[in-house]
Nanobody
Framework: EVQLVESGGGMVQPGGSLRLSCAASGFPFSDYQMNWFRQAPGKGPEWVSSIESRHATYYAASVKGRFAISRDNDQNMMWLQMNDLKPNDTALYFC??????RGQGTQVTVSS
């Protein structure tokens, strides 16, 4: 059974940082591109970043230069380092895998 479990969210002031984690299990993690999405209240899901199995990375324009995605194929883990957070980064962040698999998400709130 594919499982994706996010953690690391919280409340932070503008300009602050958070590091999100995604723990994967139930599939050969190293074979799959992994993704981060986010969903703000009242809005649809927004793609944030992706990392290929061989670590090529991609970012939405809104987060490029502030966020960094990484993975460890031995640990079946993926991370999203978020720096210089802004109020409009507030959202539920969740990791996804091809085939429609996603975790329940972790809430990030950026507020003064």
């Amino acid at each position: 059974e594919v499982q994706l479990v996010e953690s690391g969210g919280g409340m932070v002031q503008p300009g602050g940082s958070l590091r999100l984690s995604c723990a994967a299990s139930g599939f050969p993690f190293s074979d799959y591109q992994m993704n981060w999405f986010r969903q703000a209240p009242g809005k649809g899901p927004e793609w944030v970043s992706s990392i290929e199995s061989r670590h090529a990375t991609y970012y939405a324009a809104s987060v490029k230069g502030r966020f960094a995605i990484s993975r460890d194929n031995d640990q079946n883990m993926m991370w999203l380092q978020m720096n210089d957070l802004k109020p409009n980064d507030t959202a539920l962040y969740f990791c996804t895998r091809e085939g429609g698999f996603r975790g329940q998400g972790t809430q990030v709130t950026v507020s003064s």
